[in-house]
């Protein structure tokens, strides 16, 4: 790359980043009170392999005692697994140097991610730069630019021939698998049977592991905690068919049920054939549409079809900030937002499932914006 090549990006994304650290500052008495989700990890981390592990007023006490000013309440929904694969980070360091040191490491995952893909989509650094759910997630200590790196390791790994490595790679996806239920489904349906036998096995023993510490209850613990309606709070928040949905007032689960299995069938229809960039990418939208439990920072993971699919110009639209700020507020505008989000990812599923189709219209378009001279 010529040093003009360099600075022209570094141009392109000095928006993003004025932005980004922009809304970090503003957000510095929320870390400095620890108001995020990075409590209940460290939490959790102090009450592995004990039986307060899932207890809720256990974690609150230990909530607390390490961060009085949080006026945060515990709330332990995580499997044994995830916790255990920070747990060197969040066990033995105080709570802020471990926030720092988790911070640091969450950015690095994204800028790996970032770095490795840019080579697909040279656009790929200003959209994540300007992306709402990156800045949403580093405010909230949130791990999902973790599973961002590791599906894009099992990318990198497909690509090189290491099948059996990128099955386990992606098996650490497990840490949002309510996001990534189809995957396994996907891996059968492209006959990857070598990545099917990695991801099993890695799946295996992060479950092993889990009852090693956690003893054989915890699954049952678990689905008590994950059943309570208090861990999906501001449903309406949700970027996904269960969001949408509480914000048109349609509170029956038929709705929800129907269009879910729709958008998963959808999924499973572009995970056919041998393209695993394509299949990767309809299980994460497509996961993210009938995950039931989802926020505004999960659509990071929206920078995985982002990077594998360049091509479609749909996929931009996936970060268009305005969606996201609108989905916030209250009211008609929040509505618009979260409809909008749904909408596009819907789009984007569409174009995965029936390429032709979308081939068509998008040629269509491009003949009615320039018309053949008389």
């Known amino acids: 790359?010529?040093?003009?090549?360099?600075?022209?990006?570094?141009?392109?994304?000095?928006?993003?980043?004025?932005?980004?650290?922009?809304?970090?500052a503003t957000s510095?008495?929320?870390?400095?009170?620890?108001?995020?989700?990075?409590?209940?990890?460290?939490?959790?981390?102090?009450?592995?392999?004990?039986?307060?592990?899932?207890?809720?007023?256990?974690?609150?006490?230990?909530s607390e005692a390490v961060a009085p000013n949080a006026g945060v309440k515990g709330f332990p929904c995580r499997p044994p697994f995830q916790t255990m694969l920070l747990w060197p980070l969040l066990r033995w360091l105080p709570l802020y140097w471990a926030?720092?040191?988790?911070?640091?490491?969450?950015?690095?995952?994204?800028?790996?991610?970032?770095?490795?893909?840019?080579?697909?989509?040279?656009?790929?650094?200003?959209?994540?730069?300007?992306?709402?759910p990156v800045a949403i997630c580093l405010i909230n200590g949130q791990d999902?630019?973790?599973?961002?790196?590791?599906?894009?390791?099992?990318?990198?790994?497909?690509?090189?021939?290491?099948?059996?490595?990128?099955?386990?790679?992606?098996?650490?996806?497990?840490?949002?698998?309510?996001?990534?239920?189809?995957?396994?489904?996907?891996?059968?349906l492209q006959r990857r049977w070598k990545t099917a036998g990695g991801f099993a096995v890695g799946s295996a023993g992060l479950l092993l592991a889990s009852f090693a510490v956690q003893g054989w209850r915890w699954p049952l613990e678990l689905l008590a905690v994950v059943s309570r309606p208090e861990l999906n709070p501001f449903v309406e928040l949700m970027p996904n068919l269960h969001g949408l949905w509480r914000r048109l007032g349609a509170e029956s689960i038929a709705p929800v049920a129907a269009s879910s299995i729709l958008a998963a069938g959808m999924a499973l229809a572009a995970?056919?054939?041998?393209?695993?960039?394509?299949?990767?990418?309809?299980?994460?939208?497509?996961?993210?549409?009938?995950?039931?439990?989802?926020?505004?920072?999960?659509?990071?993971?929206?920078?995985?079809?982002?990077?594998?699919?360049?091509?479609?110009?749909?996929?931009?639209a996936l970060t268009a900030p305005p969606l996201y700020w609108l989905a916030v507020l209250d009211g008609p505008a929040g509505t618009v937002?979260?409809?909008?989000?749904?909408?596009?990812?819907?789009?984007?599923?569409?174009?995965?499932?029936?390429?032709?189709?979308?081939q068509l219209l998008e040629q269509r378009t491009w003949l009615?914006?320039?018309?053949k001279p008389c």
Not at 3 to 16: F, K, N
Not at 169 to 176: D, E, H, T, V
Not at 293 to 308: N, Q, R, T
């Open 144 to 188: 999902t630019f973790l599973v961002l790196l590791f599906a894009g390791l099992g990318v990198l790994l497909v690509e090189r021939g290491r099948h059996w490595a990128a099955g386990v790679a992606l098996s650490l996806c497990a840490i949002k698998f309510h996001i990534f239920l189809l995957l396994p489904a996907m891996l059968l």
């Open 28 to 62: 510095a008495e929320r870390f400095a009170t620890m108001r995020n989700d990075f409590l209940q990890f460290y939490v959790s981390a102090q009450l592995l392999g004990t039986p307060d592990y899932y207890n809720e007023a256990a974690n609150r006490a230990l």
């Open 271 to 316: 995970s056919r054939g041998s393209d695993f960039g394509r299949g990767l990418s309809a299980v994460v939208v497509g996961g993210m549409l009938i995950s039931y439990h989802a926020y505004l920072y999960d659509p990071v993971l929206l920078l995985i079809p982002l990077a594998l699919l360049p091509g479609q110009k749909i996929w931009i």
């Open 1 to 24: 790359m010529t040093t003009s090549a360099t600075i022209r990006r570094a141009v392109y994304l000095l928006p993003g980043i004025v932005i980004l650290l922009t809304l970090l």
């Open 337 to 358: 937002g979260i409809v909008g989000m749904v909408a596009v990812m819907m789009a984007a599923l569409t174009a995965l499932a029936f390429p032709q189709l979308y």
């Open 368 to 371: 009615r914006a320039n018309p």
């Open 99 to 132: 926030f720092v040191l988790f911070e640091i490491i969450a950015a690095g995952s994204l800028i790996f991610f970032t770095i490795r893909f840019t080579g697909r989509n040279p656009a790929l650094p200003v959209l994540a730069s300007l992306s709402v």
